[in-house]
């Protein structure tokens, strides 16, 4: 919008309000509101324009004409003049409000989506946390025994890994933008409905279902918004941060569920997060109507023709959609492979831990209820921390050349190798104060989050167009610990009565064995598998 500078005898032809008569420099719209509303007999001023060769250069064709003033069309004030005895021929006096003088347009957009995503994340984890705190209130009330408190807990597992494939579809297809959208809104509703339901087990595990399938699609469409909008420079910290999320939505979880189970009740818990799900769901849509936030562009480093298609896409198109997915070239290649087995050996011990971990702190240091959450949120508070270093690590040896392959292998490696010796020194009699113990555990637990710069960064640095799918492939397999690992976790306690034997060993063979393996097959250099199929 251009600027001008009138001459001071013309100066004085315009109202001196506060508005307009603070400097030598005016705003061409609210110039021409003040020719709207003086007399006809002060509307001639005379002009002085100054304007830069490079916003001449850059002014649209359409204010090129004869007649334009780069932004000030002389035939409006020619009109303008005209109208004094008719008056304006339109409402054309409003000025509307510039979104862009907003603080936040100055931020790029990418940046503006991922810290969307990454708070959509945080929800996520609360509200897969807190059935684990809930659960125990709830079985007191209704008069469950540990097998149906297990079944309706393990429920939210069949969702989410029912969903994993679909989800990474559905993002390829549709966007993840869209795909998340949908992701939150049904897992805050089934969230709300879990009070109502808790009473009739069908419909609560459903609900449950339907909250992990919502959880399901969320990482796949986060996937490809991550490959679609972020550079290679940037992707290790986009990755931490938007998953990092998750970390953040166990320590707040953990951190509000007890107080709100004690003052309010196990119900305020699902109404509360349930409600903030709903909440980021209609900011995000509001200002996505709006154009303030996530209208501009978007990096797209899909290959020409891999566009995003609208809900409006027919079932024809989505069925032939889903045959060009080159399934047969993902299965043929090692490094495909070695990302399914190395996400089953991550989510085992994750899973499991997460599970159990509150039980085990409370029988080792016999803590209460409250005092065990409290313990629980050390492991995924530090993650917080190893997550943000572990990032800027990853990315700086990119930058400074080191092969993406050989920084994907060190943050693994050092992921699953980390937790291992940990566990390893807590399975061992060596005579540790218990709360020596946790701070073992906390930190192997806190440098598994490596594996954000690592096997997490590995989908999109291998195919961009095809991330979400194969998120979605190895996020199926990686969702059986938590319907398998969990449960055999128990029958194995019940069994040796042992921790080191139910919990650790297991965990400890997998994060070994992921790591040989990892080491061995794993990629990251860009495939093309739809020339393989």
């Known amino acids: 919008m251009a600027k001008f500078t009138p001459l001071a005898e013309n100066f004085r032809s315009l109202p001196h309000n506060n508005t307009i008569s603070r400097g030598p420099v005016f705003n061409a719209s609210v110039l021409k509101l003040h020719l709207l509303h003086s007399p006809p ?69 990418r940046y503006k989506l991922i810290g969307t995503t990454s708070l ?49 579809w559905l993002a390829k297809i549709f966007g993840g933008r869209k795909v998340l959208k949908f992701g939150v809104l049904t897992w805050s509703v089934a969230t709300a409905l879990v009070p109502m339901l808790a009473g009739l087990l069908p419909g609560l595990i459903l609900s449950r279902i339907l909250v992990g399938i919502g959880e399901g699609v969320s990482p796949s469409a986060a996937t490809d918004l991550i490959a679609r909008s972020i550079p290679l420079s940037e992707r290790s910290r986009a990755v931490a941060f938007v998953f990092g999320g998750l970390s953040v939505g166990s320590v707040t979880g953990l951190l509000f569920a007890p107080p709100l189970i004690q003052n309010f009740g196990w119900e305020s818990v699902f109404y509360m997060f349930g409600i903030l799900g709903l909440a980021w769901f209609l900011g995000f849509q509001y200002f996505e109507d709006q154009k303030a936030s996530f209208t501009a562009e978007s990096v797209s480093l899909s290959p020409p023709g891999s566009t995003t298609q609208t809900w409006n896409t027919t079932l024809n198109e989505l069925g032939g959609s889903l045959k060009e997915v080159p399934w047969k070239a993902f299965f ?3 490094a495909v492979w070695a990302m399914i087995y190395t996400h089953f050996c991550g989510s085992w011990g994750h899973y499991t831990c997460l599970s159990w971990l509150p039980t085990y702190f409370s029988e080792e240091l016999n803590l209460n209820l409250a005092e065990a959450a409290w313990v629980s949120i050390l492991p995924p508070l530090a993650s917080i921390f190893v997550t943000s270093i572990a990032a800027q690590f990853a990315d700086h040896l990119i ?18 190798l980390a937790p291992a010796i940990c566990m390893t020194l807590s399975s061992l009699d060596l005579g540790l104060p218990p709360w020596e113990m946790v701070g073992i555990l906390t930190s192997g637990l806190a440098l598994s989050s490596f594996a954000l710069s690592g096997l997490y960064c590995t989908h999109q640095d291998m195919s961009p167009e095809y991330a979400s799918i194969l998120l979605g492939i190895t996020n199926t397999v990686g969702a ?54």
């Open 399 to 416: 930058a400074n050349g080191v092969e993406v392959t050989m920084v994907r292998k060190i943050c693994q490696s050092i992921a699953f």
């Open 41 to 109: 007999s002060r509307r001639r001023l005379n002009f002085r324009v100054f304007c830069s060769i490079q916003e001449k250069e850059t002014a649209p064709k359409s204010e090129r004409v004869a007649g334009v003033l780069t932004g000030l069309r002389v035939n409006e004030l020619e009109q303008l003049s005209s109208e004094g005895e008719t008056g304006p021929q339109s409402g054309s006096g409003e000025v509307a409000f510039d979104w862009k003088s907003l603080p936040w347009k100055n931020i790029p957009d």
């Open 120 to 168: 959509a994340f945080v929800i996520c984890n609360m509200d897969k946390v807190n059935l684990s705190i809930a659960i125990i209130p709830m079985s007191h009330q209704f008069g469950w025994n540990s097998s149906v408190a297990g079944l309706v807990q393990s429920s939210f597992f069949w969702g989410y890994a029912l969903s994993q494939l679909p989800g990474g």
């Open 480 to 533: 059986v610990p938590g319907i398998v690992g969990v449960a055999l976790t128990g029958y194995l306690l019940d069994s040796t009565h042992s921790w080191s034997m139910s919990l650790f060993a297991p965990s400890i063979f997998f994060y070994l064995t992921g790591t040989v393996v990892w080491l061995m097959f794993a990629s990251s250099k860009p495939q093309t598998f739809s020339k393989r199929d």
């Open 332 to 334: 043929q290649s090692r």
